[in-house]
């Protein structure tokens, strides 16, 4: 069902198809983090295609129990700033903080995740998130190669952001030490902010070559 009735327009979500390159993208699929267990991130296909295909999943040890009970191939659970091995490199649980003011604490834990493997990119991934100390931290001390942003400023009908407004993405896109991948844009109702308006924020910063928005359907190679 929508998200948000009266600040946003209601439409059911998602409200884009998957993209006709998705399953190609899917296949390629090795390992599932989870930053959280809201349906927008994991849904009953989601589970279905996590479970169906037996692929090892890492997240929060505050989500493990539920993740097992649906029948997931937990193979890996971590606390908040806790570095673990993970695939010969390291992988830490990043806090996060999903909502500026009260709305925070009825959105639950949420976590990022900062990766960090041999020969590769290290990568900081935001999650549901506002900026924070901790989020200040990360890119400022662990100097992720490239970071994914979740953008969308989504908000309910009631209450401030759930994720970072404007300037707080203005903010993260200026201290990020490298390339910056944005992400929850225009697929769910209670997200404002569009791709155009980003564009057009980090046009005005002077940081367009620094951020990559990408279309339904993109897909990148790092190295």
Request: aromatic content about 8%; proline content about 7%; glycine content about 8%.
């Amino acid at each position: 069902p929508p998200f948000a009735f009266f600040r946003h327009k209601p439409k059911k979500n998602p409200f884009v198809p998957l993209p006709d390159n998705a399953e190609q993208l899917l296949n390629k699929v090795t390992h599932a983090l989870i930053t959280h267990l809201h349906p927008d991130h994991l849904d009953a296909k989601g589970y279905a295609f996590l479970k169906g295909r037996n692929i090892p999943v890492i997240g929060s040890k505050q989500d493990e129990k539920k993740l097992r009970k649906k029948g997931l191939n937990v193979v890996l659970t971590i606390n908040y700033d806790e570095p673990i091995e993970f695939l010969e490199g390291k992988l830490i649980g990043i806090p996060a903080k999903h909502g500026y003011g009260f709305i925070a604490k009825l959105m639950g834990h949420v976590m990022g995740f900062y990766l960090e493997l041999e020969n590769e990119p290290s990568i900081y991934i935001s999650s549901d998130t506002i900026y924070t100390k901790d989020v200040d931290r990360t890119l400022r001390n662990l100097n992720p190669n490239l970071t994914v942003l979740a953008a969308g400023s989504a908000q309910f009908d009631l209450g401030g952001p759930l994720l970072m407004n404007i300037q707080d993405i203005r903010r993260f896109i200026s201290l990020s030490p490298g390339k910056v991948y944005a992400n929850h844009l225009e697929a769910v109702n209670h997200c404002p902010t569009t791709r155009a308006k980003l564009k057009k924020e980090v046009a005005e910063l002077g940081l367009g070559d620094k951020v990559i928005i990408p279309q339904d359907g993109d897909s990148f190679e790092v190295n």
